[in-house]
């Protein structure tokens, strides 16, 4: 399924908000709606654009020269000076120039690049990955075509195939490491994700597409997720699944519905709706197809 093909905005699709049940808080009627932040959220009917209450009360109208909420506008160098931040270079008698990420786990340990470019995201790709710690040590050699932060104890690693620009490992299979370097899951994955709420999601099967989207699966395959074990909690039966829960819930697409499971791997609101956000402040934003709403 390519979720880009999906018209998040247009006539056939109204949005409300739903609780944690699944029931709508706030009945679909708006073209357009973000999620709640600080009590308030940002919806369109048409052109007009309002920010609404957790009630579904229109707070204020925006007009056309008026910023959305909370929106600042930001130096388009400084912005890049902060997408390149999370990297730092590092000369290493054995390895040379090691590039260095500058996110620490709670194992210590911090993921770097041997070989690799520097990309327009803050790290790298390409050459190979290990870890190091915080002297800059290497803890666990680099030997991995892929890595990713720890999170839980775990942290997803990929053996064999070549890394793209995009840090896509086309060919090879991910796995899970521990903080010692052993496989907790053996390298059998087409694509693994960073724990949350001690679940990951995971790719099984499939190839890789010939482009790339940012709500869109660069590869075909089923997602599931597996557990701290590194067995499969949840079997491999969605299009799309999203790598973080919030607030307990996690976003999947089963043939082409949104719904939500929870940290336990079971549906807590079954897919049903076209389009959906990750839940905040207690509210999700969901779309619906308009005749729905007018049965």
Same mark, same amino acid.
């Given at each position: ?23 709508f ?21 048409g052109?007009?654009?309002?920010v ?43 390895w040379?120039?090691v ?33 190091v ?48 370097g052993?496989? &907790? #899951? ?5 694509r693994?994700?960073? /724990?949350? %709420? =001690? $679940?990951?999601? @995971?790719?099984? !099967? +499939? ?26 909690? &949840? #079997? ?8 973080? /829960?919030? %607030? =307990? $819930?996690?976003? @999947?697409?089963? !043939? +082409? ?27 999700? #934003?969901?779309?619906v ?7």
């Amino acid at each position: 399924m390519s979720t880009s093909k999906i018209d998040k905005k247009g006539p056939n699709l109204k949005w409300g908000y739903i609780t944690r049940s699944g029931e709508f808080a706030i009945p679909p009627r708006f073209d357009e709606a973000e999620s709640f932040s600080n009590g308030q959220a940002y919806v369109s009917i048409g052109d007009a654009q309002y920010v609404i209450d957790r009630t579904g009360q229109v707070i204020k109208q925006l007009h056309p020269e008026e910023p959305e909420p909370d929106y600042e506008e930001i130096p388009w160098e400084e912005s890049w000076a902060a997408v390149r931040a999370p990297r730092r270079h590092v000369l290493d008698p054995k390895w040379k120039l090691v590039i260095v990420s500058r996110v620490v786990s709670a194992e210590g340990l911090v993921r770097a690049n041997v070989g690799g470019k520097p990309d327009d995201f803050g790290l790298a790709w390409g050459g190979r990955w290990g870890y190091v710690d915080q002297n800059n040590r290497f803890v666990i050699e680099p030997v991995f075509t892929g890595a990713l932060d720890f999170s839980d104890g775990l942290a997803a690693v990929a053996v064999g195939g070549k890394q793209d620009e995009m840090g896509c490992v086309r060919g090879g299979k991910w796995g899970y490491i521990n903080a010692e370097g052993k496989f &907790v #899951a053996e390298p059998q994955f087409s694509r693994a994700c960073t /724990f949350s %709420e =001690g $679940l990951a999601a @995971v790719i099984v !099967g +499939g190839r890789f597409k010939k482009y790339w989207h940012w709500h869109d699966t660069s590869q075909t395959g089923t997602w599931g997720f597996v557990d701290r074990t590194g067995k499969l909690a &949840v #079997a491999p039966q969605f299009e799309w699944v999203d790598n973080e /829960f919030h %607030e =307990g $819930l996690v976003r @999947v697409v089963l !043939g +082409g519905k949104y719904g939500y499971l929870d940290n336990t791997g079971n549906y807590a609101i079954k897919p049903q709706f076209a389009w959906a956000w990750r839940f905040s402040e207690g509210l999700a #934003a969901v779309a619906v197809e308009a005749v729905e709403v007018s049965q």
